[in-house]
């Protein structure tokens, strides 16, 4: 997964993100910034990638030594009256700055897989300065953000 430009495709069909953490159904960042301004929701995950407790929110951090990892979510596609407002809105939240090298997170462009197949979606990852300080005991086991919290 390589850290995108942030620039969106003006030419797509449709803007799509996989959400894991907080952005999830059911979860409070959803019901401020994706509830009703989605075309479409669907279960997805995405292997290779390990997620990581930080204290109240999720990252997702490519790990290709661990292949079998799995991270669970959802593909959220954003109805195209909204898209523009959406992705601000997910950067602003992710303090995503796509001139800014040191964020927190990175916006980067994958292949999630669905039960309807693969899609290409945006996702926010760690980036590179907070990949550093994650350690074995912060691993989410299973990747579900959502099962990990419930059972706090």
């Not at 401020?32 to 204290?55: N, S």
């Not at 109240?56 to 951090?61: D, H, N, T």
């Not at 799995?70 to 109805?79: A, K, N």
């Not at 980067?108 to 039960?115: D, I, L, Y």
């Amino acid at each position: 997964m390589m850290p995108s430009n942030g620039a969106a495709d003006p030419g797509a069909k449709q803007i799509r993100v996989f959400v894991y953490g907080t952005l999830r159904r059911g979860c409070f960042n959803y019901d401020r910034i994706l509830k009703g301004r989605t075309a479409a929701e669907e279960p997805a995950w995405i292997a290779g990638v390990t997620l990581y407790d930080a204290g109240g929110f999720p990252f997702a951090v490519v790990d290709p030594a661990k292949p079998d990892n799995v991270v669970v979510g959802e593909v959220m596609t954003i109805d195209l009256a909204e898209h523009p407002r959406v992705l601000r809105d997910l950067d602003e939240l992710e303090g995503f700055d796509p001139q800014d090298p040191a964020n927190l997170y990175q916006r980067a462009e994958v292949t999630v897989k669905t039960n309807t197949g693969p899609v290409q979606a945006w996702i926010y990852q760690a980036g590179p300065n907070a990949e550093q300080e994650f350690t074995a005991a912060d691993a989410i086991p299973g990747g579900d953000w959502v099962m990990f919290t419930s059972q706090q």
